[in-house]
């Protein structure tokens, strides 16, 4: 499912970022009382209320400035704009409407997109009752929501009104979300740092040279699709543009590189995250692990330019091993080694694919489940808390891509992460999953009884 876009646009320093983190749940954007310190496009998928969307947050757009960085920075705040749903001005309520507004809801109204007005830094019923935002309908760009994004005043309205709009639909939450199987072709993503050989791997992979290949970094600037088929499976492979930590996206390229291959990875069933044999671990391969683990996406870790790498005399199992360590989270995941250039192992990456897709879509009995659970209990029974016991009553799969469970048990609450992960590592050995794993625990609930017949 592809998530709609929406993308916050203002002046410097209106608070867009406290507005983001806000909305996120999380301190995902860098807070500071000074103007200018959002540069680059922060991006954060978020489920709020039941609803799925992304959210970026753009640096302060100064329309007439003739600075480069203020030039840059608009243009990536035009390219949000460009690839958002609808859009969120956030307006200062404390400094009242100015030039800069004007000057930006102006260019706002030729994009076409649902607009909506956040005044913001209205912290008090007192600021209320003075209508501070009144002067803002002049800006004639729809809806006006008075805000505090520090002390979370206005914001669910905002949201609610936006999503609305949006038509977003409203789904189950947490544990009772069912993911049913994607069919048809194997939708298989190529990500990675630039530079680490993905368009030379894919060019291996396809057997011709279908995307240009060059040793500039930056060379792909899209999400471009590939059709093949192997041991008669089909694939959709998508080679995307070179992903950097966000403070190396300078360029224009690469800043509109990152939503694209977030929405690849949004798209795909299988993700295979390059690394390069050389320079493998890095703190952005780590970064993009991550996204692809937190995304529930079946993983396969491929480490490019290994015919580099065994000049060197360097061992696979030691390798992967330290690889492994680097990546603790992505334990699960198949390592594969090749080399885009010579063609070396390629297509053992299609094979791993076709394997953990099946694995990524299974359905597993009930029976089987908690035939499993108990023997986990028996074994090694969850931690007393506070000198009670802890119990898992039941087990159930509510759904697949990947692979999700309920454990009904009597404290939740008290199951550390320690005793989760040894509860996960069960269920991969048992199963044979080198996938990504939803485990969820709440509390059985009491059946209530009917009163005795008199």
């Known amino acids: 499912m592809i998530r709609p876009l929406i993308a916050l646009v203002g002046r410097p320093n209106v608070g867009k970022s406290t507005l983001f983190n806000r909305i996120v749940g999380r301190r995902a954007a860098i807070v500071e009382d000074a103007p200018g310190v959002t540069r680059d496009r922060n991006y954060a998928d978020v489920e709020y209320d039941g609803r799925a969307f992304s959210l970026v947050d753009t640096g302060g757009f100064e329309p007439a400035s003739k600075d480069p960085l203020a030039m840059l920075v608009r243009r990536q705040a035009q390219l949000a704009v460009d690839e958002a749903a609808a859009v969120i001005l956030v307006t200062d309520g404390r400094e009242g409407l100015t030039r800069l507004d004007e000057e930006l809801a102006q260019l706002l109204r030729r994009c076409g997109k649902p607009l909506f ?13 003075e209508a501070v935002a009144a002067e803002f309908h002049r800006l004639g760009l729809g809806e006006v929501h008075e805000v505090s994004a520090e002390h979370a005043r206005g914001v669910v309205g905002l949201m609610e009104a936006l999503l609305a709009r949006l038509m977003v639909p409203r789904e189950l939450e947490g544990p009772d979300r069912v993911s049913e199987p ?17 368009s030379t ?8 040279e279908r995307l240009v290949v060059a040793a500039e970094p930056g060379t792909t600037r899209d999400a471009i699709d590939t059709s093949l088929e192997h041991k008669g499976m089909k694939f959709v492979v998508t080679d995307t543009a070179g992903i950097r930590r966000k403070s190396s996206v300078a360029q224009r390229v690469e800043a509109y590189s990152i939503v694209r291959a977030m929405r690849s990875m949004d798209q795909a069933e299988v993700v295979a995250c390059l690394v390069d044999a050389g320079e493998a671990g890095v703190e952005q391969d780590s970064r993009l692990l991550a996204m692809v683990v937190d995304k529930g996406r079946a993983l396969v870790i491929v480490v490019n330019k290994w015919d580099l790498a065994e000049r060197e005399h360097v061992g696979r199992t030691s390798y992967r ?16 080694f090749c080399s885009g250039k010579t063609g070396q192992g390629v297509r053992a990456v299609l094979d791993v694919a076709a394997r953990l897709i099946e694995a990524h879509r299974a359905r597993f009995p009930t029976p ?15 931690p007393l808390s506070r000198g009670r016991p802890v119990k898992l009553y039941y087990v159930a799969q509510v759904g697949s ?18 005793y989760r992960r040894f509860v996960e590592n069960r269920f991969r050995e048992a199963f044979g999953l080198e996938v990504p794993l939803r485990i969820f625990y709440r509390a059985r609930k009491r059946r209530s009884r009917p009163p005795p017949e008199r």
């Open 117 to 129: 007005v956040a005044v913001n830094k209205v912290d008090s019923a007192k600021q209320e009752a």
């Open 401 to 418: 891509s990947p692979p999700t469970f309920v454990v009904q048990c009597n404290r939740p609450e008290a199951i550390g992460d320690a």
């Open 368 to 382: 089987a489940l908690n035939e499993l659970l108990e023997s986990i209990q028996l074994d090694h029974p969850a």
């Open 182 to 198: 994607a069919g048809g072709p194997i939708r298989l993503a190529i990500v990675g740092r630039p530079n680490v050989g993905k």
């Open 321 to 336: 091993k330290a690889l492994l360590e680097r990546f603790p989270f992505a334990a699960f995941a198949p390592v594969v």
């Open 201 to 208: 791997f894919v060019n291996a992979l396809t057997g011709e």
